[in-house]
């Protein structure tokens, strides 16, 4: 049965890029080498695969800088970084693609006119291999956050996706996710940190007082979906 698109989104880095009318997901191709010999006895030509391509993702939509995700492209473009990319499909068919790529082409704001509102347009270069799955990965099983004064809210819940760490004293901070047999990836507002290790604390983050700082977290096991993890961490004295 055919599904509505309705409900799907794309993130950079686990921050989601909203506004958006269209998005065009990976389109993987390959090359062929021919392989044909003089004793081939069907006279046609004969070729095996050669090297995959993993295509562009095409985005189009509204221009609307309130969607962080939307300046977060447009850093990304200008430091030609490579980052994490998710396009999660709607709930009532699950899945999601991940893949590494760079921004190519960014238009935002696009073309002003009387008629429409102010457009937004991006072409990312899939980098590797976009992974396509239907399995989410189990997630973490703990997750510790260290800092003088900090308190995470709610408690850890293998269910829960969102969280706080506010009241902060120190400076900096540790996080400290656990999930065996998963990478997991850190972001700090948006912009990539490390990989840390499941059971391992991760390198000092700096804060900022009276200044909120985004962690998101993406674990995700070999060939199932991610799942990310988001908190929001303030220094308050």
């Known amino acids: 049965?055919?599904?509505?698109?309705?409900?799907?989104?794309?993130?950079?880095?686990?921050?989601l890029v909203g506004g958006l009318t269209n998005i065009k997901p990976p389109e993987k191709s390959a090359d062929t080498i021919?392989?044909?010999?003089?004793?081939?006895?069907?006279?046609?030509?004969?070729?095996?695969q050669g090297f995959k391509e993993g295509g562009e993702v095409e985005l189009t939509g509204f221009y609307d800088t309130s969607y962080t995700g939307q300046t977060n492209i447009d850093t990304a473009h200008e430091s030609g970084?490579?980052?994490?990319?998710?396009?999660?499909f709607p709930t009532n068919l699950g899945g999601t693609f991940t893949f590494t790529g760079i921004v190519t082409k960014l238009a935002?704001?696009?073309?002003?006119?009387?008629?429409?509102?102010?457009?937004?347009?991006?072409?990312?270069?899939?980098?590797?291999?976009?992974?396509?799955?239907?399995?989410?990965?189990?997630?973490?099983?703990?997750?510790?956050?260290?800092?003088?004064?900090?308190?995470?809210?709610?408690?850890?819940?293998?269910?829960?996706?969102?969280?706080?760490?506010?009241?902060v004293s120190a400076s900096s901070i540790t996080i400290t996710p656990t999930a065996a047999s998963h990478t997991i990836k850190l972001f700090a507002d948006g912009v990539y940190v490390q990989d840390i290790v499941s059971g391992a604390a991760s390198a000092a983050i700096a804060l900022t007082l009276n200044t909120g700082k985004l962690l998101t977290?993406?674990?995700?096991?070999?060939?199932?979906?991610?799942?990310?993890?988001?908190?929001?961490?303030?220094?308050?004295?």
């Open 108 to 167: 935002g704001p696009g073309e002003a006119n009387t008629d429409d509102p102010l457009g937004f347009s991006a072409t990312i270069k899939v980098l590797g291999k976009p992974v396509l799955a239907f399995t989410a990965s189990g997630g973490l099983t703990a997750l510790v956050l260290t800092g003088t004064g900090g308190t995470l809210l709610p408690a850890f819940n293998a269910a829960l996706r969102a969280y706080t760490f506010s009241g």
């Open 217 to 237: 977290l993406i674990a995700y096991e070999a060939g199932k979906g991610p799942i990310v993890y988001n908190i929001m961490a303030m220094k308050t004295s």
């Open 81 to 88: 970084t490579t980052d994490t990319y998710i396009i999660n």
């Open 1 to 15: 049965m055919a599904k509505r698109a309705i409900g799907t989104t794309i993130s950079i880095n686990g921050v």
């Open 34 to 48: 021919e392989v044909t010999t003089l004793d081939s006895a069907s006279g046609y030509r004969d070729y095996i």
